[in-house]
């Protein structure tokens, strides 16, 4: 007990002391505890600090991910803007410039002119700018063919189009609701009754401006018809019109006589330029000279590959050309060397220490200078333009069967695969063929006469096939890897 008790008596003391000490003296003489609180009340602070100065930087970043955002879809959306506007309408062709303003259209479908957020306003841009070329393209079309069916269609889209940028109907019923609510509040049956007037009164106007809209170009176009007329006939009254009207026929005259003088010296050159042309040259003039004013695309001219005499490789496509027609260096006959540096015929045609470049040639079943996708569904799947279709693959069969005769085909399009009777239901030229084998896994075709179909193309003048023997290898554009190399082709031609 003395030393349990001693050592009570010792702990009491010590605590006493230092208790007085933090009264008299304060925090300076603190126990060890209360500055340990202290310390720790310092770290939790600073950690706070810390925390808020993190979440900053991340709000920050994210501010300016969001912004990066924003501004490259402004810049994507103004390059679209520069698209429209840049969409050139034809003011010759009523059908074609429908087929643009279709298109126009549904870009106003799909897109909307929501403001909802900065993104939203951003992209609102762009529909914006494809309502205003629609109104373009439709005064257009109103001018060159008032009474086009198309216009009343044309007309209730834009006007829909301007409803949904206007949300005039929103702020209607928004109005409308909130009207029918404090009125349901006195009387609902009359809150009913008047949201029923009002309806029918909105939607029969809107019946109304609708008709108005579908009528009032035929209406104005009829005026400005009117109008000029009435004007030639009051002028025409005048002597001064008379004489501008003897000076211009003197000048019409003049022109013409010109006209007729160069056109006989442009014959007599045709003339004499007819004689040099290679036959395959020859089928193509007289097949633009027939149908080049059918459809625009014709009437940028044609651009085939010259051959003149037999080659025992025939690659074949569908369309190659530029629409523009700066392909080849903008001559309407090339030859088949200037074709030579496309990765595709480089890779069928040049082996180890050999090549095959004499022994080829190239062949577009179409000529026209277009792309394509356009041809697919510009001309051929066109009825207007059918018998072009008829008439250009006969040149081409022709090409094939009289001049170039080869043991080889190779056709890099399938869209031509149906023009050589490949693909079910379809005859076209009308080859049947046997399986004689594969080359890295395509198979090889080899053509044993004409098919009886009644629907063959020059069934009652080509009896007989000239290319009894000839191999035919189909392939894709896509199935590069798979395209025969130059070994393989030779061993074919032995």
Known sequence: MGIIGNAFKREIGKNTGKTVSNIIFGDKWSTPYRRADAARETRAEAQRIRQEADAERISEKVREDHARYLNSVDKAVIQNIDQVIAIRFDDVDPSHLCHQLQGLIVQL???????????????AKYSNAVLEKSKQGLELLVAIDPLNKQIPYFDKQILEAERTKSKVFKWYLIISIIIAFFISILSPILAVIIWGVVTLFALIGCSIIRKIREKRYVYIVKAQKEQRTNALAQSKKQDKYEHIIKQKEDLNSELLQKQDELRARKETKTTQKETSKSEILKQHDALWERYYSLHPILERGYQVCETTEHKDILIIGLCSNSPTGNSHNGLSAYPFHSMVDQKIIMDML??????????????????CKELTDVIRYELIQNPKTFDYVVNQVRVAQNVIEDIITPKIIIILEK???????????????????QIIGDVNGLEICEITGFT???????????????????????????????????????????
């Open 415 to 433: 869209d031509a695969w149906a023009f050589f009777g490949r693909i079910k239901k379809l005859t076209w030229m009308g080859y049947s063929y």
């Open 109 to 123: 479908k799909v897109n909307n002119f929501k403001d909802n957020s900065d993104e939203d306003k951003i992209r």
């Open 452 to 494: 009886n179909a009644k629907d063959r193309l020059a069934q009652d003048t080509r009896h007989q096939t000239n290319l009894i023997g000839t191999k035919i290898i189909f392939t894709n554009y896509s199935e590069q890897n798979k395209l025969p190399k130059a070994e393989q082709l030779l061993s074919y031609l032995k």
């Open 350 to 367: 040049v082996g180890q220490g050999f090549n095959l470049f004499s022994a080829s040639t190239y062949l577009d079943l179409f000529s």
